[in-house]
Nanobody
Framework: QVQLVESGGALVQPGGSLTLSCVAS????????MSWYRQAPGKERELVAY???????LNYADSVKGRFTISRDNVNTVYLQMNSLKPEDTAVYYC?????????WGQGTQVTVSS
């Protein structure tokens, strides 16, 4: 059974940092692209970043370039390091994997940026 479990969300002040984690299980993790999405209240879910199966190819939304870093280990975890956080980064952050043409999602982790 495919499972994606996110953690690390919190309330943080503007300018602060957080690292999100996503633990994957139930599939051959190191052969698939992994992504982070986010959804703010009243807005559509948007792609934040993705990383290739080998970790050699990374892609970011323009809104987070230079502030967020996606990475993955060789076992089962994808990370999203978030620096210089802004109030507009407030959202539920989701881990995603597309396996055999089907989207799999975690339950999400809440990130709130506020003073």
């Amino acid at each position: 059974q495919v499972q994606l479990v996110e953690s690390g969300g919190a309330l943080v002040q503007p300018g602060g940092s957080l690292t999100l984690s996503c633990v994957a299980s139930g599939f051959t993790y190191n052969t698939f692209v992994m992504s982070w999405y986010r959804q703010a209240p009243g807005k559509e879910r948007e792609l934040v970043a993705y990383i290739s199966s080998t970790g050699s190819s990374l892609n970011y939304a323009d809104s987070v370039k230079g502030r967020f870093t996606i990475s993955r280990d060789n076992v089962n975890t994808v990370y999203l390091q978030m620096n210089s956080l802004k109030p507009e980064d407030t959202a539920v952050y989701y881990c995603n994997a597309v396996l055999w043409g089907r989207d799999y999602w975690g339950q999400g982790t809440q990130v709130t940026v506020s003073s």
